[in-house]
């Protein structure tokens, strides 16, 4: 059974730093290009940005409002993806989810979202 | 960045009905397009993708179809599962974007 399990949200200040992780199993993790979607609190849904696989020397795609302050990595030993956040910002308030990459660029797994808010 | 646009962004309907939702996009993505639903504290589910491609596992009353830059989700006979927020997503380019989504309600 495909599993995608976020941490690392919590509270953080303006101008803070915070790592998120997404761990994988039931999958072939290294694989799959994987992506990262946030949801502001009652919003819709923002594509974060996507890191290829491997065979795509791990290359990166970022949204141009995140562009500069995350940065998105994964290590395939330990099926982790990871969404390192600096310079957080109010509006960075969201649940931030990760998804598994299928296809032509659809994302057919989903995890269960991590929580961040930012606030003083 | 290609803007999708969703309508309606409310929709009021009684199990059983039969649902559209459209998402029109700004320029061209041929059929690079999936939907989405999400109930509420849950992560959203694939429903469709390749603009009509139902995905593995989803009802055969959800439908994509698509015509130009205008796709079009149906639900032939909306059950009480269905109560949600849709979503639609393009992949063609990037930045991936989404529509503003539809939330379809009891009525």
């Known amino acids: 059974e495909v599993q995608l399990v976020e941490s690392g949200g919590g509270l953080v200040q303006p101008g803070g730093s915070l790592r998120l992780s997404c761990a994988a199993s039931?999958?072939?993790?290294?694989?799959?290009?994987m992506d990262w979607v946030r949801q502001a609190p009652g919003k819709g849904l923002e594509w974060v940005g996507r890191?290829?696989?491997?065979?795509?020397?791990?290359?990166?795609?970022?949204a141009a409002s995140v562009k500069g302050r995350f940065t998105i990595s994964r290590d395939d030993s330990k099926n982790a993806l990871y969404l390192q956040i600096n310079g957080l910002k109010t509006e960075d308030t969201a649940v931030y989810y990760c998804?598994?990459?299928f296809g032509s660029g659809y994302s057919d797994y989903w995890g269960q979202g991590t929580l961040v808010t930012v606030s003083s | 960045d290609i803007q999708l646009t969703q309508s309606p962004s409310f929709l009021s309907a009684s199990v059983g009905d039969r649902v559209t939702i459209t998402c029109r996009a700004s320029q061209g993505i041929s059929s690079y397009l999936a939907w989405y639903h999400q109930k509420p504290g849950k992560a959203p589910k694939l429903l469709i993708y390749a603009a009509s491609t139902v995905q593995s596992g989803v009802p055969s009353r959800f439908s994509g179809s698509a015509s130009g830059t205008e796709f079009t989700l149906t639900i032939s006979s909306l059950q009480p599962e269905d109560f949600a927020t849709y979503y639609c997503?393009?992949?063609?380019?990037?930045?991936?974007?989404f529509g503003g989504g539809t939330k379809v309600e009891i009525k």
């Open positions: 890191i290829r696989n491997r065979a795509n020397s791990y290359t990166t795609e970022t």
């Open positions: 039931g999958f072939i993790f290294s694989d799959h290009y």
């Open positions: 998804a598994r990459m």
């Open positions: 997503q393009q992949v063609n380019s990037y930045p991936l974007t």
